[in-house]
């Protein structure tokens, strides 16, 4: 006589119990691999769905853990609290946003959430709405990745121009570095600052190099931003909870091993994403100290003196939300500042922003759009100063590998106009730039340089540098008045026509030459 065994009524205890410390030892792929076991016989149950799902989700493969969810739905939807917002989430990130709002919206119905994961849920829809909506109305642009001469199969990022468009420097992971070795904490190689130089005859980038110099080190090396007459870099280093450090180029084209900046700037909290105005006397940076209104926010200083920096001003609760404010640009207009946020009107991951100061107070944000932002993260934004390319990062379809830098086309669609007028080109912003010396060829510093347009208003203004440079922006195709002053010297006045940029930003140099009174 034979004796039948009925099957246990669920996945083996044992055996949930071990993946389930697993997980929260964080070994979430062997966590994954006890679940898979036992999933054959018992594809149905909706606790070791949810739980495979929560593997998926920690393993960032956010489209892997709907099957899952969707099973465990099916199966029990009272299986665990945040089914929903796992659900809601995942289709997010897979551009189901119809569906993810229907998720976020079951999710209101579950009795016994938390307020604050009922308040995620919430944010989360808003997201899912502006995508839909930035999805029905496309800007027009032309994105292209920026191919292998710049990007690689590892992460790249961090893109920063000269202002006349002529050198390139990013942050890239891949293995010709300095060290060309692996950080063993996270397997990848360890970060270099690298540097291409635009060709005019081929019209192209050419390859990226690594930096040379004393910047880049055997450690993580990251550069921010590259000034506009391409002579000092911001980069960041992972001490006193990150910090943002300058370098110098000397005359032969080698960075000196860069300092930090003082403690108004480097607090104990991380500091990021640090760039400087055009006259180099402003500087804009994200940082996590306590006074902000989320976790990175978006801060200003002034220089003092030669090396001095006031006390950084958080740009409001109009710029910084509670989301993170990263990756800072400021155009060399000096009043359009572009950032990334995952605040409640992008389409879900990091989205770039644009805001404009009037003399007074910031503009609201405004979102640039699809395709440039996607429900992933695009960050990193820079713009050419004529304003008709910008460059960005992103992990989108058509990398060569993790994130890579993009360039997208804007000759239809003009980023510094107001929101009214995006369809419209703007005239774009040509360059004026040269040295402040005296006749025996000696530069000047602290000269006063003013151009004048033919209304007789003063459009642009800065100071000589240490070496006596300056370099400003103003529109093209014009006649303008150059005037410059400086102490114990006669002023000069002289006239100047700057021309308007067709493929790419126009420059011109002049020498001004003062005579000693």
Not at 316 to 343: A, M, Q
Not at 348 to 356: C, R, V
Not at 418 to 426: G, I, R, V
Not at 430 to 451: C, E, F, H, L, P
Request: charged share 25%; with cysteine; aromatic share 12%.
């Amino acid at each position: 006589m034979f004796e039948t065994f009925a099957l246990p009524d669920g996945p083996d205890k044992i055996k949930m119990t071990k993946a389930r410390l697993k997980f929260n030892e964080q070994d979430f792929s062997g966590a994954f691999k006890i679940y898979q076991e036992l999933y054959n016989q018992y594809q149905t149950d909706a606790e070791l769905n949810f739980r495979m799902a929560e593997c998926k989700i920690q393993l960032n493969d956010q489209s892997g853990a709907i099957p899952f969810l969707e099973t465990a739905r099916t199966s029990n939807d009272k299986i665990d609290k945040m089914l929903y917002l796992y659900l809601g989430k995942a289709y997010q990130e897979a551009d189901r946003h119809e569906a993810a709002i229907a998720a976020y919206e079951a999710f209101y119905n579950v009795k016994g959430v938390q307020k604050a994961d009922a308040e995620q849920a919430i944010f989360y829809k808003k997201q899912c709405q502006t995508a839909l909506e930035l999805i029905k109305h496309p800007v027009p642009v032309r994105i292209s990745n920026m191919g292998e001469k710049i990007n690689s199969e590892q992460n790249d990022y961090h893109p920063s121009f000269t202002a006349d468009g002529k050198i390139m420097i990013l942050t890239s992971r891949r293995g010709d570095g300095k060290n060309g070795k692996k950080d063993p904490n996270d397997g990848g190689y360890f970060e270099d600052i690298f540097i291409s130089h635009f060709n005019d005859t081929t019209r192209e980038w050419d390859k990226a190099e690594p930096l040379s110099g004393a910047l880049n080190t055997d450690a993580h090396d990251a550069a921010f931003s590259i000034t506009a007459d391409g002579k000092r870099i911001l980069s960041y280093k992972n001490e006193n909870g990150g910090d943002i450090f300058m370098s110098k180029a000397n005359k032969g084209g080698k960075w000196s091993a860069p300092i930090a900046f003082p403690k108004s700037i480097n607090s104990p909290f991380w500091e990021s994403y640090a760039c400087l105005s055009l006259d180099g006397k402003t500087m804009y940076f994200s940082s996590e100290r306590k006074d902000g209104f989320g976790s990175a926010d978006i801060y200003m200083s002034k220089k003092e003196g030669r090396d001095n920096w006031s006390k950084p001003q958080n740009l409001g609760p109009k710029v910084n939300s509670t989301e993170d404010e990263v990756g800072v640009f400021l155009h060399p207009d000096g009043k359009t500042l572009f950032f990334s946020s995952k605040r409640a009107n992008s389409m879900g991951g990091y989205d770039i922003f644009k805001t404009t100061f009037d003399g007074s107070e910031w503009s609201t944000p405004e979102n640039l759009g699809y395709p440039i932002n996607t429900t992933g993260d695009e960050v990193d934004f820079v713009l050419s100063t004529d304003g008709k390319k910008g460059y960005f990062v992103s992990k989108r379809e058509g990398t060569l590998g993790g994130f890579d830098i993009f360039q997208v086309d804007l000759g239809s669609y003009s980023v510094m106009a107001s929101a009214d007028l995006k369809s419209e080109t703007s005239n774009g912003l040509s360059i004026v730039k040269g040295t402040v010396i005296d006749k025996d060829a000696n530069t000047i510093y602290g000269a006063i340089i003013q151009i004048i347009d033919p209304d007789g208003k003063k459009i642009a203004e800065m100071e000589s540098d240490e070496e006596g440079n300056y370099l400003l922006t103003v529109e093209g195709d014009k006649d303008y008045t150059i005037q410059c002053a400086a102490a114990g010297f006669n002023s000069l006045t002289t006239k100047v026509y700057i021309p308007k940029g067709s493929g790419s930003t126009a420059s011109i140099s002049k020498a001004l030459v003062l005579e000693r009174k």
